[in-house]
């Protein structure tokens, strides 16, 4: 016997929207069954972990924090996988991007003036766009796979940081640690409100989300990548390139995460070093994924996400719970996700093999 | 479904809020936050021994707990704040890493104590605390000379810190003390907690030559190759020598307990103040593990060593001592000022390294 994987018909359109919910309630209940195995109440647990963290000013706005980088970099790379490119390597454009944003802040600390936060904005961009071009270019040029190519250059991009945290940029009055200077007030993402921490990171993460939205929604742009992303031929006989359609998606989403990677750079951490971030560039894929591709959903799947990592701080603190906790519900997140789109596309079919052959000698 | 759902939230709410009022009238919380795993085998590991014998001692009046693997920097910041808003009547930061971030949550939070380990920035609720590792090191140095063939030791350092410079020349001096001609390599692994990298810089000073290891990192991966190796090495922070019984001579051990309950207990009777605490082998707050591995002479003269550092009769860094090019440092007889200790940012002779600048 063995399980096969039959195409359905007709896909329903109202699992395809439940898609995500389906998953996150099905992430709950496991979730809830893992405490209950640990030996702590699941409902305790559970409220700890998602409930407790949105009660209070000041976690909001580390919500916000921790959850802008994660729907910048989430919202570009939809729209290149919406065009059938696939940007593994956001990680690796997020860290190019905030060390050429902080080329100035390092290089010219005496420099007080207003118009260096928006350079840094814009060579952030312009850092983590070329960044991506790298792919784009041995995608269109040598036919190479990004998937591969643009995965390999993360390493790159963190191993190039950690030699300038540790030679060059290093600050000489630091102790000697691997950090450079912290930045001048000027160069700093100032923040939103006077009530907590969170800074225009997320206006920015907002702004493009919706954005994005109305351009994959109303813009002749929009259409075009939604029709070479379903089919190149298509499009061709549309007179839309393909080739012209790489550079676009690598870029856009190259450009947003070097914007998310200067952003948390100036506005969360304040001075460079070696370790700028804790994996949002592929938290961002599932966040993708989970917000179905779709930019305003992508705002919600990112706040979700980085609703895990505050919950599991919170849930190690109140109830002495592992932190590696939030790493299985990430991980719980994504199967289900995956695992609903699969099944809302396919059905499951046992085939008894014994029966296949009896048809074949008839 | 809605009536259901509406049900399970507040029955939730009620479990959360009943829970965290009933602990907080009866005991204090006393909080540590960890960099890395509290099963590290070496520093985090020693901080949560100390925690849990905080536990034992005064569990009936405090409950203590701890964030771990928490990375330096926003995260850090955050993680603090966290603690600080749950109720917590003291936080340990146990990282020279979490100092700016320390800092800035302890500015808001006056009523909160806090205590930072190896830094050197306080406040009115931070106070910060520290061990004079390097009375530990000057021992293994002199052990090192008696049992090394080569006069050549290796060392794994981490960041070049004052704190981790200082640690250097005392394993230098103590070496020097027996054998005026012991060499000492260094490696950087810069990084306080990789398992991968600290192995990496065992081997590579291993073939160097070096026949005997020491480290100023966390984790028992250098012991471990040189156990493969066949060498001899010493512990580091939590006593190592589970991961080399043959090979483990002695071990610098953070025994941090009896501080975090001299300062658990000054919280409960209200008599705690910001102090800045540089603690020795006097004090309890490093003790040396047991001498391995090594004849019976050499045992009596690190015990002896050891005997003297307690009763002060022996400051490790005493002149004469010459800086790495030559030049005098301390005259013959001067002991070293804590503060210069504690800015330490060169060699002294015979270290075979140039000091990353």
């Not at chain 1, 792919?135 to 991009?157: D, G, H, Q």
Request: glycine share 10%; proline share 4%.
């Amino acid at each position: 016997m063995r399980i096969e994987l039959e195409k359905r018909p007709r896909v329903s359109l109202l699992f395809s929207v439940l898609s995500p919910l389906l998953a996150l309630v099905l992430t709950l209940v496991f979730g809830a069954i893992m405490f209950w195995l640990l030996g702590k109440s699941p409902l305790n647990a559970l409220y700890v972990y998602f409930v407790e963290p949105l009660l209070e000013v000041w976690s909001l706005h580390e919500l916000a924090i921790k959850a802008a980088p994660l729907i910048l970099i989430g919202v570009g790379l939809a729209v290149c996988y919406r065009s059938n490119n696939w940007n593994i390597g956001a990680e690796g454009q997020f860290t190019i991007g905030a060390i050429a944003g902080s080329i100035l802040p390092v290089l010219y600390p005496q420099w007080h003036s207003w118009i260096i936060l928006p350079l840094m904005l814009v060579m952030g961009m312009a850092g983590g766009a070329l960044y991506a071009g790298i792919p784009a270019l041995l995608k269109t040029r040598f036919n190479t796979n990004e998937i591969l190519t643009s995965l390999m250059l993360v390493y790159i991009a963190q191993l190039f940081l950690d030699w300038l945290v540790r030679g060059p940029w290093r600050d000489p009055q630091g102790y000697n640690f691997p950090q450079t200077k912290s930045f001048q007030v000027e160069a700093v993402l100032p923040e939103m409100l006077a009530s907590g921490r969170a800074h225009w990171a997320f206006v920015f993460a907002i702004v493009a989300a919706v954005a994005l939205w109305f351009m994959m929604r109303f813009m002749l742009k929009g259409f075009e990548v939604s029709v070479l992303g379903q089919s190149e031929r298509a499009g061709r006989f549309a007179g839309f390139s393909a080739r012209r359609m790489v550079w676009f998606a690598m870029l856009l989403s190259g450009a947003l995460a070097g914007l998310a990677g200067i952003s948390e750079v100036s506005g969360s951490i304040g001075h460079v070093q070696p370790s700028i971030s804790p994996g949002y560039g592929f938290t961002a894929i599932i966040v993708a994924f989970l917000g179905r591709l779709n930019p305003l959903g992508i705002v919600a799947s990112g706040l979700v996400l980085a609703l895990t990592y505050l919950g599991g701080e919170a849930a190690q603190l109140s109830i002495g719970i592992s932190d590696k906790v939030s790493r299985v519900f990430q991980g719980l997140l994504l199967f289900f996700v995956l695992s609903c789109d699969t099944l809302i596309h396919y059905r499951i079919k046992l085939v008894f093999s014994d029966v296949r052959t009896v048809e074949a000698k008839g | 479904m809605k009536k259901l759902i509406i049900a399970l939230a507040a029955s939730a709410a009620l479990l959360g809020g009943f829970t965290s009022g009933a602990q907080a009238q009866e005991k204090k919380k006393v909080c540590f936050i960890y960099v890395g795993s509290r099963t590290d085998g070496g520093w985090t590991q020693a901080h949560d021994l100390g925690r849990q014998q905080l536990d034992k001692a005064l569990g009936a009046k405090v409950e203590t707990p701890f964030l771990e693997n928490v990375p330096e920097g926003p995260d850090a910041e955050r993680a603090i704040e966290r603690m600080a808003r749950s109720g917590c009547a003291m936080v340990f930061t146990t990282s020279f890493g979490f100092m700016d971030a320390t800092v800035k949550v302890a500015a808001k939070f006056p009523d909160i104590k806090f205590e930072h380990a190896t830094g050197f920035k306080a406040a009115p609720n931070l106070a910060t605390y520290n061990s004079r590792f390097y009375e530990g090191r000057y021992i293994q140095g002199q052990i090192a000379a008696k049992m090394s063939k080569k006069g050549l030791a290796g060392y794994i350092a981490s960041f070049p810190i004052p704190e981790v410079v200082m640690g250097i020349n005392a394993f230098e001096l103590g070496a020097k003390s027996v054998n005026p001609n012991f060499k000492l390599k260094v490696v950087w692994a810069n990084t306080w907690f990789d398992p991968g990298k600290e192995a990496d810089a065992a081997k590579a000073l291993i073939d160097q030559g070096v026949d005997i290891l020491t480290q100023h990192t966390d984790t028992t991966a250098p012991m471990q190759v040189a156990a493969e190796r066949g060498i001899l090495a010493f512990g580091q922070a939590s006593d190592m020598i589970a991961a080399g019984p043959k090979t483990q001579l002695t071990a610098i051990v953070d025994t941090w307990g009896a501080y975090y309950i001299k300062r658990a207990q000054a919280l409960l009777d209200g008599t705690w103040k910001s102090e800045q605490i540089w603690d020795g082998l006097k004090d309890g707050i490093l003790t040396m593990a047991p001498y391995t591995n090594m004849p019976d002479d050499v045992k009596a003269m690190a015990e002896e060593t050891e005997a003297k550092i307690k009763s002060g009769e022996l400051h490790p860094f005493t002149g004469p001592i010459n800086k790495q090019d030559g030049s005098a440092w301390l005259k013959a007889g001067e002991k070293a000022q804590d503060g210069v200790l504690l800015g330490m940012n060169f060699y002294i002779e015979g270290v075979d390294d140039k000091l990353p600048q």
